[in-house]
């Protein structure tokens, strides 16, 4: 059965810092994985979706990666802003037919001003 | 660009009172998920609907019923509420082969009293 961990749980961090969110999964055959961003009571937002053929995926100020052989990915979010203050989920999905993605439990990241 | 919306945003219940929340997918996207997020926990899958089938079904209480409709939209009726029914509950929909991954609505909070 597929676990997904998120390290660490919290994070503050002054604003401008570059920081780094990460996500583990326990089985390495994942079809894709998906980053989202949740803000408190707030549906969640596509961030980044990289294919499993894929090292990485960037956009703007956010770089994800994907190790799918140690069954890793890290979340790069460089020069923090306030703004950035969020839950961030990863999510996989199998390749064992079902569609469906897991999640992790989340990174509650805060920046202060 | 459309993007998956879900109704009511909020409903406020009483114990062992019916809800049904709407899900309408986004355009050509043939496969709808519901997840349920109770209070700092992640999103677990409830069900998901392909072609207007179940294709899957997670932790599903057996007082929830959904179906996906000629339209692809999809509902999501639960009965006997309780207390612990009280949560967000999260409609994605995506292409089959989710190579564009998933698309989230802002989610339904439940409220149950």
């Known amino acids: 059965k597929q676990e997904v961990t998120q390290i660490p749980a919290a994070l503050s961090v002054p604003e401008g810092e570059n920081l780094v969110l990460n996500c583990s999964f326990t089985d390495s055959a994942i079809y894709n994985l998906q980053w989202f961003r949740q803000d408190p009571g707030k549906g969640l937002t596509s961030l980044l979706l990289?294919?499993?053929?894929?090292r990485e995926q960037t956009s703007g100020r956010l770089n994800a990666s994907l190790d799918k052989s140690s069954g890793r990915s890290t979340l790069y979010i460089a020069a923090s802003q306030p703004g950035d203050s969020a839950t961030y989920l990863c999510?996989?999905?199998?390749?064992?037919?079902?569609?469906?993605?897991?999640f992790g439990t989340g990174t509650r990241l805060k920046v202060l001003a | 660009a459309a993007g998956v919306i879900q109704s009511p945003r909020h409903l406020i219940k009483e114990k062992r009172e019916t809800a049904t929340l709407k899900c309408y997918p986004i355009?050509?996207?043939?496969?709808v998920y519901w997840y349920q997020q109770g209070p700092g926990q992640d999103p677990q899958f409830l069900i998901s609907f392909y072609e207007k089938m179940q294709s899957d079904k997670g932790s599903i209480p057996d007082r929830f019923s959904a179906q996906q409709f000629s339209d692809y939209h999809s509902e999501l009726n639960m009965s006997s509420l309780e207390l612990g029914d009280s949560a967000l509950y999260f409609c994605?929909?995506?292409?089959?082969?989710?190579?564009?991954?998933?698309?989230f609505g802002s989610g339904t909070r439940l409220t149950v009293v």
């Open positions: 990289i294919q499993s053929s894929q």
């Open positions: 999510a996989v999905v199998g390749v064992s037919g079902t569609y469906k993605y897991i």
């Open positions: 994605a929909s995506s292409l089959r082969d989710l190579v564009t991954g998933y698309t």
């Open positions: 355009p050509r996207h043939d496969t």
